[in-house]
């Protein structure tokens, strides 16, 4: 099964369901609303689909309320299906207590906040000067440590094989006045933000 298909399958298996989610939901809670939605798509294509592939959430990086939806929550998983890995966002609601999928393709997984990715930066810019001090004589990493503002975290996209997201981001430097429109790449570990540099 391509990664494509593991993808299609997460987003056919979920049926939108209308409640408010109050708390996040857990490993737990995800795999079964997965299991369900599974089960559901299996008993409409069982005359097509001829080996049964096991489908699971293997593990939970975060879930955060959803940007695009009231009431809905994203979470940013790794799911196998047969012998495929891949991360991806699911969305979910809470429905009387239970959580169950919702369909929907493309659900986005928000970044770090502007303020977060620009401390990050300058701490990962403080740490790069500390190792090699040489870097401290390159003007970018000069604007890094002390005068780069990050303006805006954009829409990200998570990366298939290792749940990083890559955001379009806004940064504004004094050597450059007209502003910079960059990718940079951030996970999600533990609940806390990482900057990843390239």
């Known amino acids: 099964m391509r990664l494509t298909s593991l993808a299609l399958t997460a987003v056919a298996l979920f049926a939108a369901l209308p409640a408010q989610a109050a708390t996040m939901p857990t490993l737990e809670q995800i795999h079964a609303a997965v299991q369900v939605g599974v089960a559901k798509t299996r008993a409409k294509?069982?005359?097509?689909?001829t080996v049964p592939i096991a489908v699971k959430v293997t593990s939970l990086t975060g879930c955060q309320d959803s940007q695009e939806v009231p009431?809905?929550?994203v979470c940013l998983v790794?799911?196998?299906a047969g012998m495929?890995?891949?991360f991806m966002v699911l969305p979910l609601r809470n429905e009387n207590g239970t959580w169950v999928g919702v369909e929907?393709?493309?659900?986005?997984?928000a970044g770090p906040s502007p303020a977060e990715a620009q401390a990050m930066i300058r701490a990962w810019a403080k740490e790069e000067v500390a190792r090699n001090p040489e870097a401290a004589k390159d003007v970018q990493?000069?604007?890094a440590q002390s005068t780069m503002q990050v303006k805006a975290v954009n829409e990200c996209d998570v990366k298939r094989k290792t749940g990083y997201l890559v955001c379009d981001?806004?940064?504004s430097v004094p050597s450059r006045p007209e502003g910079i429109k960059t990718e940079l790449t951030f996970m999600l570990e533990n609940a806390n933000w990482?900057?990843?540099p390239r």
Request: overall charge neutral; glycine content about 4%.
């Open 45 to 49: 294509m069982q005359s097509t689909v």
């Open 71 to 73: 009431g809905e929550v």
């Open 78 to 80: 790794a799911m196998s």
């Open 84 to 86: 495929r890995d891949a």
């Open 104 to 109: 929907r393709k493309d659900a986005k997984f």
């Open 141 to 143: 990493m000069q604007e």
């Open 169 to 171: 981001t806004e940064l």
């Open 194 to 196: 990482r900057y990843v």
